[in-house]
C-alpha cells in the first residue's frame, strides 16, 4: 500500500499525485487514510473511540475566508491552505491530532471594495471560534491550536485567545501557519521577498502545489479589468497591481517546499502543546 499522504482536501480528494515533500515513508510511519484525522470526515463511534482510548491529545481548528484573491485564485484560497496544512501536520501526529471543521469566512472589511468577498464582523468570528473550541471541549478535548491562514484574523485570534483559555479552562492557543517562515526562508524561496502577501508569489505557489484546480489565469487581462475593479484607496489599488504580477513568479517547486516548512512547523508546535516538545 502507498505510503503516501494523498491529497484530500475538505471538500473531497484531489487528482492522484502526491505531495512529493510530504512522505510518511521517512517518519517510519504507516499508511494512514488522510479521511482519518478530520473531524467532519469521522463516524461519532470513530471520533469517541478516539478520545476514549486516550490516543487523540489535541485539535487544530483552521481559520480561513472567503475573499477576492486578486484575478486568478480562488476565493477559498486561505481556508484550502490552512486546512491542508492542518491536515498534513496532524497525519504526521497521527493518532494525536484531529482537525475540526474549519471556520470558512474570516474578518476581510478590508477587501470589501473586491467583489465575492465575504466578511464576519470581528464579534461574529470570534464568536464562532470560541463556540467550536467550547464544543471540542464538551467532549473531552483539552489543548486547542487555532491555526489561522488570514491576515485579518490574525491580530483578533492572538487578543482573544488568552479570554478563551480563561473562560474555557484548557490550552488554547493561535498561530498563523506563515509563523512559520523566517526572513531567511522567505528570501530563500521567494523571488519577491514575501510571504504571505496576498494572492501573489507565495500564495499561488502554494496552490499550484496542492491545488492548481484552483488557479484560473485563462482569459486575464489586469490592464482590462483595471477600471471595473473599483478599488478605492490608490495605494490599495496599486499594491493589488502589484500582487498581480508577482503571482506571476509562482512555482510549485516554491509551493511544496512552503508547505513543507509549514506542515513540520505546525507539528512541532502541537508536539509542544501535548508536551512532547
Ligand atoms: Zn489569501
Known amino acids: 500500500m502507498s505510503a503516501r499522504v494523498t491529497r484530500r482536501l475538505w471538500f473531497g480528494?484531489?487528482?492522484?499525485?502526491?505531495?512529493?515533500?510530504?512522505?510518511?515513508?521517512?517518519?517510519?510511519a504507516e499508511y494512514v487514510h488522510p479521511r482519518k484525522v478530520l473531524?467532519?470526515?469521522?463516524?461519532?463511534?470513530?471520533?469517541?473511540?478516539?478520545?476514549?482510548?486516550?490516543?487523540?491529545?489535541?485539535m487544530v481548528i483552521p481559520a480561513g475566508s472567503t475573499e477576492q484573491h486578486n484575478e486568478h485564485l480562488a476565493m477559498i484560497h486561505d481556508t484550502a491552505s490552512v486546512t491542508l496544512v492542518a491536515q498534513q501536520a496532524a497525519l504526521l501526529l497521527y493518532p494525536q491530532v484531529m482537525v475540526a471543521t474549519p471556520v470558512s469566512v474570516g474578518i476581510s472589511p478590508h477587501w470589501m471594495d473586491r467583489k465575492g468577498t465575504l466578511s464576519?464582523?470581528?464579534?461574529?468570528?470570534?464568536?464562532?471560534?470560541?463556540?467550536?473550541?467550547?464544543?471540542?471541549?464538551?467532549?473531552?478535548?483539552?489543548?486547542?491550536?487555532?491555526?489561522?491562514?488570514?491576515?485579518?484574523?490574525?491580530?483578533?485570534?492572538?487578543?482573544?485567545?488568552?479570554?478563551?483559555?480563561?473562560?474555557?479552562g484548557i490550552n488554547i492557543q493561535a498561530a498563523n501557519y506563515w509563523d512559520a517562515y523566517t526572513p531567511g526562508i522567505i528570501k530563500k524561496y521567494m523571488e519577491s521577498n514575501k510571504a504571505p502577501a496576498h494572492a501573489a508569489e507565495f500564495e499561488t505557489s502554494f496552490a499550484l502545489a496542492a491545488f492548481p484546480e484552483r488557479i484560473h489565469w485563462e482569459g486575464v487581462d489586469y490592464a482590462k479589468a483595471k477600471p471595473r475593479l473599483g478599488i478605492k484607496d490608490p495605494a490599495s489599488a496599486q499594491q493589488d497591481e502589484q500582487f498581480h504580477h508577482e503571482a506571476k513568479l509562482a512555482a510549485a517547486w516554491k509551493g511544496e517546499a512552503m508547505i513543507r516548512i509549514a506542515v513540520e512547523w505546525t507539528a512541532g508546535r502541537l508536539r509542544q502543546m501535548i508536551g512532547q516538545g
Open 120 to 168: 464576519l464582523r470581528r464579534e461574529t468570528f470570534l464568536a464562532v471560534v470560541f463556540d467550536i473550541s467550547e464544543s471540542l471541549k464538551t467532549h473531552g478535548v483539552k489543548t486547542i491550536l487555532i491555526l489561522n491562514g488570514h491576515g485579518g484574523n490574525d491580530k483578533p485570534l492572538r487578543e482573544a485567545a488568552p479570554e478563551f483559555r480563561r473562560k474555557l
Open 39 to 58: 473531524l467532519w470526515e469521522s463516524t461519532r463511534k470513530e471520533f469517541r473511540e478516539a478520545l476514549e482510548g486516550g490516543a487523540l491529545k489535541a
Open 13 to 28: 480528494t484531489l487528482p492522484a499525485a502526491p505531495l512529493s515533500a510530504l512522505d510518511l515513508t521517512r517518519a517510519g
